[in-house]
């Protein structure tokens, strides 16, 4: 039988005047939410992703964990569209369930947005969960790189969310359980101020769960503390052994979707929130947010798709916009001239 511990940390940060993330850290159920949508949207939404996943004690399949993280977001978009004051906002969420499916003992992964999920063994610590953000689908395009990527004005921005629309896109994995290894689950207020090798040493160096969550928090504060900051550590201590050698990053099954999300709807009575995050996730100097806030405040008349249009000048060089607004002006003047 599997044999979790666990410790749960979460904290303002020194700047936020509130903390818009969520927590659950129960038996089997752990989830981190990072709220989004001015001081009282992100707070909600975040506390509604945690509450619609603590009503399920007992999950039975990826599928069932899925569909509550899908009902999770009908709630938080239902809550938005009957309180005006909520319109807009949402929330990332990243879950680890300890669950029975077909009388074997797995660990399942949901995630929607940019809060992770690590996997630490003996050997290594892996980032399981994508980042559904702007910049990290930029990066895995090819237009910038992960170095740009950290200091991009748009970082940010999430493509996915709860409280966006429906139906929600969930990524999901099944994984075997491993005695010894370590799950860390955090908003991204912990690696936006700590680096991989960072956090990792940190984990390496405290073994119990409790106190290795506290010590990442209070780096992570230390080192800035620019956003929300909440982390769950999960160890499994006991699991039963398997008939052959799990896979190095115990993936068993995925269940992710590569396609991208529908359009928001055209009925202007329905609309759902656009897929950006311009306040909950900055971690900026003051000012560098408010020229990210700018950004962000463009974007909401956009859905995420159109990304793939504008962003493809974004990586231009300066000196080739000049030339091109140059080229562009001779024309005009040659057509002037010719009428």
């Given amino acids: 039988m599997t044999t979790l511990a666990w410790g749960a940390v979460t904290d303002t940060g020194r700047i936020r005047d509130i903390n818009q993330d969520g927590v659950l850290s129960a038996e089997s159920v ?74 074997t003992e797995l660990l399942c992964v949901a ?13 290594q610590m892996v980032q399981l969960t994508d980042d559904h953000s702007l910049v990290e ?9 992960p170095e740009e990527a950290k200091v991009h004005p748009q970082r940010n921005v999430v493509t996915r969310a709860l409280g966006v629309e429906e139906p929600l896109l969930v990524d999901a994995w099944e994984l075997v359980p491993v005695a010894g290894d370590r799950y860390l689950l955090c908003s991204d207020g912990l690696n936006n101020e700590l680096s991989d090798a960072e956090i990792e040493e940190i984990l390496d160096e405290t073994a119990d769960p409790q106190e290795a969550a506290i010590a990442l928090v209070e780096a992570a504060c230390a080192a800035g503390g620019r956003d929300n900051v909440t982390v769950v550590v999960v160890d499994v201590v006991e699991a039963e052994p398997t008939e052959s050698d ?11 979707v590569d396609t991208a999300p529908a359009e928001p709807p055209s009925d202007p009575t329905d609309e ?4 950006a995050e311009p306040t909950s996730d900055d971690a900026e100097p003051e000012g560098e947010a408010e ?19 504008w962003r493809w000048f974004e990586t231009w060089p300066l000196s080739w916009l000049a030339a091109l607004a140059l080229i562009v002006l001779v024309l005009l003047l040659v057509l002037l001239a010719v009428l």
């Fill in 137 to 145: 689908g930029m990066v895995r395009d090819g237009w910038i790189s």
């Fill in 272 to 275: 759902t929130a656009p897929a």
């Fill in 291 to 309: 020229a990210a806030d700018a950004a962000s405040t463009e974007l909401d008349s956009l859905s995420w798709r159109s990304f793939v249009d």
């Fill in 30 to 103: 752990f989830v981190v939410a990072d709220g989004m949508g001015g001081h009282s949207g992100g707070e909600v939404a975040s506390a509604i992703a945690v509450e619609q996943m603590a009503e399920t004690t007992t999950f039975n399949s990826v599928d069932e964990l899925i569909e509550t993280v899908q009902r999770a977001n009908r709630e938080v978009l239902d809550r938005a569209r009957d309180d005006q004051a909520l319109y807009g906002m949402g929330t990332t969420l990243v879950a680890l369930v300890a669950m029975t499916v077909d009388d």
């Fill in 111 to 123: 995630n929607v947005g940019d809060s992770r999920l690590y996997l630490c063994t003996a050997d």
């Fill in 246 to 256: 799990p896979p190095a990053d115990r993936v068993v099954a995925a269940h992710k």
